[in-house]
């Protein structure tokens, strides 16, 4: 069944969100006694799907496409089937909590899906004061503030360190001009100013001087 049908006999906004690709049955090829294929689709919806989600594409199921496409094909309706709720990026892609079975969200094995990555909530249409595109809307404008204050601070952390450094570097240098200061400077040699006295040679021998 086409989305493009779901969505003309819908008639509200309320249920729109169920007409996207992604939450829809899974088809098989159905075969035959021989294994030959029918040409035919076996569709098995999910087993997480609610009560009101399951009445809803039934209805659907059942209005006549006011233009349908020249060739389709027939799909009959299987058993129910253990479907993951797929994540997605885009918000129109994802389940709305309407449409999930609150009995098949609690089991252990089916609470990761409870996480808006999967899951988002109903929105105004349900009751909820905020559709979840506001929701999702404001989480990003909070996780970017986060982000621009986390780096303002990693910006001022810098600035701090590089300034601390810097003046410790400027102390050091005034350290060593102080000791620079307080230390005498180095005996330099001073040339004698007296002049010395010459003494006559020393006599060779006493005789020289000797009246005998």
């Known amino acids: 069944m086409r989305i493009c049908q779901r969505s003309q006999s819908s008639g509200t906004e309320k249920y729109r969100a169920a007409l996207t690709e992604s939450l ?3 088809d ?7 294994g030959q294929k029918t040409g035919r689709f076996i569709s098995h919806a999910g087993t997480y799907r609610s009560g009101v989600m399951s009445r809803f594409l039934a209805a659907v199921d059942k209005a006549v496409d006011p233009q349908p496409p020249p060739r389709f094909t027939a799909r ?22 309407w449409m999930v079975s ?8 089916n609470k990761k899906y409870d996480s808006p990555s999967y899951i988002l909530d109903n929105g ?17 404008r909070v996780k970017e503030q986060k982000r621009l204050i986390a780096s303002k601070k990693r910006v001022k952390i810098e600035e701090m360190e590089a300034k601390k450094k810097e003046n410790g570097t400027k102390k050091g240098k005034g350290k060593s001009k102080i000791r620079e200061s307080i230390m005498p400077a ?7 100013t007296s002049t010395a006295r010459e003494l006559p040679p020393a006599a060779e021998s006493d005789d020289e001087f000797s009246d005998y």
């Not at 009751?127 to 990003?140: F, I, S």
């Open 24 to 26: 829809m049955s899974q």
């Open 28 to 34: 098989e090829d159905e075969v035959n006694e021989q």
């Open 76 to 97: 009959v309706k299987g058993d129910p089937k253990e479907l993951p709720i797929l994540a997605a990026k885009k918000i129109e892609n994802r389940a709305r909590r």
């Open 102 to 109: 609150a009995e098949w969200l609690a089991k252990e094995e």
């Open 124 to 140: 105004r249409a349900w009751g909820d004061p905020k559709d979840p595109e506001e929701m999702v809307a404001g989480q990003k």
């Open 186 to 192: 180095p005996a330099q040699p001073v040339a004698s």
